[in-house]
């Protein structure tokens, strides 16, 4: 009895979360009203996200055409690529001038859904389905480094995967094996090699892309399923109706934010940022080049990494995402006003620590 009416709590529960009454064309598109207020700009922000997917999918699936996932021709390959192949070098900006953006949308995506609560019963499960997007994103950038395999690429990529072994000095007794043991299967060999290169290019391409399309699936059907959340303390009586006016602006937003992700790609190499040439190929023997920097979107973790003691980082990494992870039920009763000072706050570390976080580096260790 007790056996069943906890099974009965879980399914009541599951189908509050996913109310699959109201699976039809009627209540997700023509009847979906969109809420008209102040933060209305940030209902556009997930939509941003997906448009940069969608051009990831697209310009990733033109690379293949040509990218070869060999130590010995992967370099060779992505030059051929940039300097031979026509509209290569364009291709190749999108891919990666659109990676970023898609990076800097979802994290403004998930600070405005925490701002306006939108993370409130009953739509966890579309939070805890963002959050393993966010996991996903932040991967896609980490293995795609790689595959250029230059020697900026190789010597970040073992840098980062050391970083995974250090665990091991934190953890008790056999727990401390772990770490090592999982830097191993990542790694694929002793070293950074062909095996690693052959991991990360069959997780960027195939099975990130599948996970992506899984969670994104439950995401974009629960956020449909459930309508847009309020947003706001005290929501006007304004609404606008999500098809066809929210869908017309949201698809010429996606208009011109590709013309401008064209033009940046088309007149600004993303490489044109590094202070370092990227173009040289792996050299086993080469040095590890001074100043070596993974991109932009980890220096909020890799400026506290060359500050802090590991274990502090560690410490607070586990903690944030332990938070987010909660957060419906940790946040369940906190205001609104709470949830946007938090966000402003973790928005100023973020910008901050990738600004400035050079600075912040040469100050301290300047001795000041
Ligand atoms: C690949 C990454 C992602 C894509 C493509 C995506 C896409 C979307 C889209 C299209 C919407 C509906 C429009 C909107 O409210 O913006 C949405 C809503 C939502 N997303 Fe995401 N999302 C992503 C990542 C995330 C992350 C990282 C979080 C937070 C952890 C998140 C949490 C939410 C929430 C709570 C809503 C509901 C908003 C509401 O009802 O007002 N999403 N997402």
Not at 7 to 21: G, N, T
Not at 134 to 163: C, D, E, R
Not at 303 to 322: A, D, N, S, T
Request: glycine share 8%; with cysteine; proline share 5%.
């Amino acid at each position: 009895m007790a056996k069943q009416s906890r099974l009965k709590y879980v399914i009541d529960a599951l189908s509050e979360r996913l109310p699959m009454e109201k699976l039809s064309f009627e209540s997700m598109v023509q009847k979906k009203e969109v809420p008209l207020h102040k933060m209305s700009w940030a209902y556009y922000m997930g939509g941003l996200a997906l448009f940069f997917f969608l051009t990831q999918l697209i310009t990733g699936v033109m690379l293949l055409f040509y990218y070869e996932p060999t130590v010995s021709d992967a370099h060779a390959s992505v030059e051929y690529i940039t300097q031979h192949v026509v509209w290569g070098d364009l291709i190749r900006n999108l891919h990666t001038w659109s990676s970023s953006l898609m990076i800097l949308c979802v994290m403004v995506h998930l600070l405005t859904t925490f701002a306006m609560k939108a993370f409130e019963a009953p739509r966890e499960l579309t939070w805890l389905t963002g959050v393993g997007l966010l996991i996903i994103t932040f991967m896609f950038g980490f293995t795609g480094y790689l595959l250029p395999w230059h020697q900026i690429a190789v010597n970040a990529t073992k840098v980062g995967l050391q970083s995974i072994e250090y665990l091991g000095n934190y953890l008790p007794g056999f727990l401390a094996e772990w770490p090592t043991m999982i830097k191993e299967i990542i790694q694929g060999g002793p070293t950074v090699g062909q095996a690693t290169l052959s991991r990360f290019y069959a997780l960027h391409v195939v099975i990130l892309p599948l996970c992506l399309f899984g969670l994104l699936g439950l995401h974009l059907l629960s956020v449909q399923l459930h309508g847009m959340s309020q947003g706001i303390d005290k929501p006007s009586k304004k609404q606008e109706r999500f098809f066809p006016f929210f869908v017309l602006k949201d698809f010429s937003l996606w208009g011109i934010v590709f013309l401008i992700t064209f033009i940046l790609a088309l007149c600004l190499p993303f490489e044109s940022f590094f202070s370092f040439p990227l173009f040289e190929p792996y050299d086993p023997l080469g040095s590890t080049p001074d100043g070596i920097k993974p991109e932009w979107y980890f220096l909020f973790l890799f400026y506290p990494l060359e500050l802090l003691p590991f274990w502090v980082v560690l410490l607070g990494l586990m903690i944030v995402m332990g938070v987010l992870t909660f957060t419906p039920w940790i946040f369940k009763s906190t205001s609104r006003k709470i949830l946007t000072i938090i966000s402003l706050l973790s928005a100023a570390y973020l910008i901050i620590m990738t600004l400035f976080g050079g600075i912040i580096y040469e100050w301290v260790k300047g001795g000041h």
